[in-house]
């Protein structure tokens, strides 16, 4: 059993930061790519930004330039700095984290999410 838990989430007045916090944690043998994606009021779920074991980044047009993504493999956690957050950031975060768990099975974890609204 894999765990996925988010912290962070909170309301903040449009032009603030926050920052998410994604711990996973069971039988973990490594974990590859972790992810945060995002699903705004009455949307799809989508994808904001991803990093991988090595530290390669790739980010979501739309948070570009204003989001943050790092991780720290020793902890299994990943982080996303947002910065300049906007009313369109509001949303649900969710965590994601692959890898292969202790019994080298493919693990695709998620966690139960962590609601950001920013305020106009």
């Known amino acids: 059993q894999v765990q996925v838990v988010e912290s962070g989430g909170g309301l903040v007045q449009a032009g603030g930061s926050l920052r998410l916090s994604c711990a996973a944690s069971?039988?973990?043998?490594?974990?590859?790519?972790m992810a945060w994606h995002r699903q705004p009021p009455g949307k799809q779920r989508e994808l904001v930004a991803i990093?991988?074991?090595?530290?390669?980044?790739k980010y979501a047009d739309s948070v570009k330039g204003r989001f943050t993504i790092s991780r720290d493999n020793a902890k299994n956690t990943v982080y996303l700095q947002m910065n300049s957050l906007k009313p369109e950031d509001t949303a649900v975060y969710y965590c994601?984290?692959?890898?292969?768990?202790?019994?080298?099975?493919?693990?695709?974890?998620w966690g139960q999410g962590t609601q950001v609204t920013v305020s106009a």
């Open positions: 069971g039988s973990i043998f490594v974990i590859g790519t």
């Open positions: 990093i991988t074991r090595d530290g390669t980044t």
């Open positions: 994601n984290a692959q890898g292969l768990s202790t019994l080298h099975t493919i693990m695709d974890s």
